[in-house]
């Protein structure tokens, strides 16, 4: 019998959506990292020492000085009740001005209304008149909003005191405010200059790799950084002359190879013109021509990884020179340049490999199109054709050394298959790359692409 308990996906399925929610909230760059790394201690510790010295500090001083303020009022009431009379009135009146900063006057005759007081903006003080006063008192905001009306009932009249807010803030919370904030600042500021010059070394570190990819030179990096990133930088270079060694001895290894197998090829040759003419001459002639095309393939191939430097060069005028030779030769393409594009290339090296890329299409189709342009950062060549095109299983293996579609030894349906590969391995040396697709056209398109 099958279990009917349904299977639940397990935790870190469950999980997946909230945590990948969460990383998309977090800085990319390492720079953003590094300082949320600082930034979120800071934080907290300014929270927590606010929320402390909210709780203590702040609630300590305002209830001390609203304790002041209704002591001066149960002083003044005091002496009212011992001291009745006009001339009492007048002597308290100017004495809580000059003494106790506090404005009274006397509403004979009136009575409080029964107006809500707002608690929360003069909780501190209505308490402490609670605990001091026992007669009924309302509080209310003054005519200029910075005073405060403390209404007594009395005996005949209301008795209105009036006092200036400051006297029931601190300025040290203000002070101190203006510090923390200050501070935090100041410390971030200076975090985010030291941690700016850690990551530079980091961003150039990543820059000559990117240059060293796309084979330009970067005579400008040079190990900087703490002490891991200098290590990484020197790995990096050690790691860089390897492969550029190791390039150089394969390149001058296939060069001196093919070099080496002309010499024989071209005794082959004269003794093939001494001998007598037959069947079996002609067939070995005919082999001999196809080792010498063979040999300047493979000739070309050590010259696509050579020693040509890097320069601006533009990339249009470069297609320009590339299309005219074909079309002087009567092959049908046609060439649209959007605008002038000028980037760091191999000026002989890119004009191989276009070339390879326009005679294979010019081989096998009747009429091809090249179009140059730009999109995103990057240079985009597409050579398109109306030929046969190249199976889709195919269009993978096409780009090995000597692999050719057509399996036949007839030199006019085919080259040693070294187009392709001399083609990819230039454009990849550039940072670029080679694409095969269906072409608009029916046939293949080639579309190729460099970095600016």
Same mark, same amino acid.
């Given at each position: 019998m099958a279990d009917a308990t349904p299977h639940l996906p397990p935790s870190d399925d469950i999980t997946a959506p909230s945590r990948f929610r969460f990383k998309t909230l977090l800085p990319k760059s390492l720079l953003g990292r590094s300082l949320l790394i600082i930034l979120t201690p800071l934080i907290l510790?300014?929270?927590?020492?606010?929320?402390? =010295?909210?709780?203590? @500090?702040?609630?300590?001083?305002?209830?001390? *000085?609203a304790t002041a303020v209704a002591g001066d009022t149960g002083v003044i009431l005091a002496y009212l009740r011992d001291h009745p009379g006009p001339a009492a009135r007048a002597w308290i009146t100017a004495e809580s001005h000059d003494?106790?900063? *506090?404005?009274i006057r006397f509403a004979d005759?009136?009575?409080?209304?029964? +107006?809500?007081?707002?608690?929360?903006? =003069? $909780? #501190? +003080?209505?308490? !402490?008149?609670?605990?001091? &006063?026992? &007669?009924p008192f309302q509080l209310r905001d003054g005519a200029d909003d910075r005073t405060i009306e403390i209404r007594i009932q009395m #005996?005949?009249?209301?008795?209105?005191?009036?006092?200036?807010?400051?006297r029931l803030s601190s300025f040290t919370v203000y002070l101190f405010l203006i510090w923390m904030i200050g501070t935090s600042l100041l410390l971030f500021g200076i975090a985010t200059i030291f941690m700016n010059n850690q990551v530079r070394a980091v961003r150039r570190l990543a820059s000559a790799a990117d240059s060293f990819g796309k084979g330009r030179d970067a005579p400008w990096f040079k190990p900087e950084g703490a002490t891991e990133v200098r290590q990484a930088a020197q790995a990096f270079l050690l790691m860089r002359d390897r492969i550029k060694r190791q390039i150089d001895q394969r390149t001058e290894m296939l060069a001196g190879v093919s070099h080496d197998l002309r010499t024989p090829l071209t005794r082959m040759k004269l003794q093939l013109a001494m001998m007598p003419k037959d069947a079996n001459a002609d067939d070995l002639k005919a082999d001999i021509e196809e080792m010498e095309r063979m040999v300047e393939g493979?000739? !070309? =191939?050590?010259? %696509?990884? $050579?020693?040509? !430097?890097m320069r601006p060069f533009n990339i249009s005028t470069l297609a320009e020179s590339v299309i005219a030779r074909f079309t002087?030769?009567? #092959?049908?393409?046609? &060439? @649209?340049?959007?605008?002038?594009?000028? &980037?760091?290339?191999?000026?002989? #090296?890119?004009?191989?490999?276009?070339?390879?890329l326009v005679s294979n299409a010019v081989r096998y189709a009747q @009429?091809?199109?090249?179009?140059? %342009?730009?999109r995103a950062d990057a240079v985009e060549i597409l050579v398109d054709d109306d030929g046969p095109g190249i199976p889709q299983d195919r269009r993978t293996d096409v780009f090995r050394a000597f692999f050719r579609v057509d399996n036949s030894r007839n030199p006019e349906t085919g080259g040693v298959g070294l187009g392709l590969t001399i083609a990819r391995d230039v454009a990849r040396s550039h940072g670029g790359d080679i694409q095969l697709m269906d072409s608009p056209l029916g046939g293949l398109r080639v579309r190729l692409t460099l970095p600016l």
């Open positions: 510790l300014q929270l927590v020492t606010a929320t402390v =010295f909210y709780d203590r @500090h702040w609630g300590t001083i305002t209830r001390r *000085l003494r106790m900063q *506090l404005d005759g009136e009575i409080l209304r029964n +107006l809500p007081t707002n608690e929360v903006s =003069f $909780g #501190a +003080l209505s308490d !402490a008149l609670k605990e001091t &006063l026992t &007669l #005996a005949d009249s209301v008795l209105i005191v009036e006092t200036p807010k400051k493979y000739l !070309a =191939f050590a010259r %696509g990884e $050579g020693r040509e !430097a002087r030769n009567g #092959a049908p393409v046609d &060439l @649209h340049i959007e605008r002038g594009l000028t &980037l760091p290339l191999r000026p002989q #090296a890119i004009e191989r490999c276009l070339g390879n @009429h091809v199109t090249v179009r140059v %342009g730009q």
